[in-house]
């Protein structure tokens, strides 16, 4: 299913995964006002095509959606990239935003649970971006972003499935890196902390470690073309998640987060 805006030359061209969660529209908004074309994937089809109609009005010089389940068709990536480069006459970046928060007490006691957390935040996010950085390896150019979370940082009872895919799916683009920097191609990961946004919304929120979608968008905008590998957002996390892993381990299990 797609929706083509506009005519015009893009600034870049752009595939969106999890393209309805409200950093990625964030991101996809950024994009829109430097004339991007797009490709905006995601399971809810009369959702995508709002966002594109929002889109084009910024800018997007080309919107295409992609309703599909992106757990669900995760193995067939490559081909899913090889055609949504085809639609935007090219590819220059490619975000990986989805995920699923879940629950731990959940997870600890549905062996389901535990599998749609880890499935959602690496298993599958992973085969994404290795579809997407094999075009990027060929051309020589481009990036591959995923948005990861500072709870992959240390493990905590609280939400210890969730930071451990997210952490397994930041080591997995570190090397990523790695492996594109020869071509010219990059890779980062985008590694945020407490985000304003409704997967949040069971949580007390305000205060300073609290960012807004737009904060985090522009971190994940700047990421694609410049910046390591590992992108704390906002970058005071680097410091702050420095510190919690620095607390010696039987100090740490005596604390409840």
Known sequence: MTETGQSGGPSNRVVILGALSAIAIATARIYATERA???LAGRNAERLRALADDLRARGASQVEI??????AAAADAP???ADWKTKLGGLDHVHVIYGYLGEQA?????????ARIVSSNYATAVQ?????????????????????????????????????????????MQGLAHSL?????????????????????????????????DKVARIIRRSADRGGPIQYAPGMWRLIMLMIRSVPTFVFHKTKV
């Not at 959940?106 to 535990?114: F, G, N, Y």
């Not at 709870?151 to 210890?160: E, L, T, V, W």
Request: proline share 6%.
């Open 37 to 39: 074309a797009l490709v």
């Open 66 to 71: 992609a309703a599909v389940d992106l757990e």
């Open 79 to 81: 081909k899913h990239m």
């Open 106 to 114: 959940k997870a600890s006691a549905d062996p389901a649970e535990l």
């Open 128 to 172: 994404w971006c290795e579809a997407a950085a094999n075009i990027m390896r060929v051309q020589k150019r481009g990036s591959v972003v995923a948005v990861s979370s500072v709870a992959g940082d240390r493990g905590r009872q609280s939400n210890y499935a969730y930071g451990s895919a997210k952490g397994g799916l930041a080591l997995y």
């Open 181 to 213: 920097a020869p071509t010219g191609a990059r890779a980062a990961v985008v590694k945020p902390g407490f985000v304003d946004t409704p997967m949040t919304d069971r949580m007390k929120k305000g205060g300073p470690l609290w960012a807004s979608p």
